[in-house]
């Protein structure tokens, strides 16, 4: 699993992504997932382009495809589902307003810094 949320957190850089952090939920009963990746983008043209590379990363480096992903139709928050990682791509504004990283704040959570992904 952490060579899957490295995968996609180098997808995530490559189409500029930014405030990256993978939130480890392994220790939470009842959570959809053993992790969360989040990340924010400007504009629904980048939460596309970002969702397109990380399908495309994933498949190639660990042949995972998500079961599902949901969101597309208005590009603002688009959650893709790779059955123990669910990856959260939101538009800024979007993720502003949900504050998902606050609903997990117990969590351990591993932030990503713009150049030392």
Request: hydrophobic share 45%; charged share 30%.
């Given at each position: 699993?952490?060579?899957?949320?490295?995968?996609?957190?180098?997808?995530?850089?490559?189409?500029?992504?930014?405030?990256v952090?993978?939130?480890?939920?392994?220790?939470?009963?009842?959570?959809?997932?053993?992790a969360?990746?989040?990340?924010s983008?400007?504009?629904?043209?980048?939460?596309?382009?970002?969702v397109r590379?990380?399908?495309e990363?994933?498949?190639?480096?660990?042949?995972?495809?998500?079961?599902?992903v949901e969101?597309m139709?208005?590009?603002?928050?688009?959650?893709?589902?790779?059955?123990?990682?669910?990856v959260?791509?939101?538009?800024?504004?979007?993720?502003?307003?949900y504050?998902?990283?606050?609903?997990?704040?117990?969590?351990?959570?591993?932030?990503?810094?713009?150049g030392n992904?």
């Amino acid at each position: 699993m952490t060579e899957l949320i490295e995968t996609i957190v180098e997808a995530i850089a490559d189409k500029k992504g930014r405030n990256v952090v993978a939130i480890d939920l392994s220790a939470i009963d009842g959570a959809a997932a053993e992790a969360f990746v989040v990340c924010s983008a400007d504009s629904p043209a980048q939460v596309e382009a970002i969702v397109r590379n990380v399908e495309e990363q994933a498949i190639e480096r660990h042949d995972e495809k998500p079961r599902r992903v949901e969101g597309m139709t208005n590009a603002t928050w688009v959650v893709m589902d790779y059955y123990d990682v669910m990856v959260h791509i939101f538009h800024t504004e979007t993720r502003a307003f949900y504050k998902l990283d606050e609903l997990w704040a117990d969590a351990p959570a591993k932030r990503y810094e713009e150049g030392n992904f």
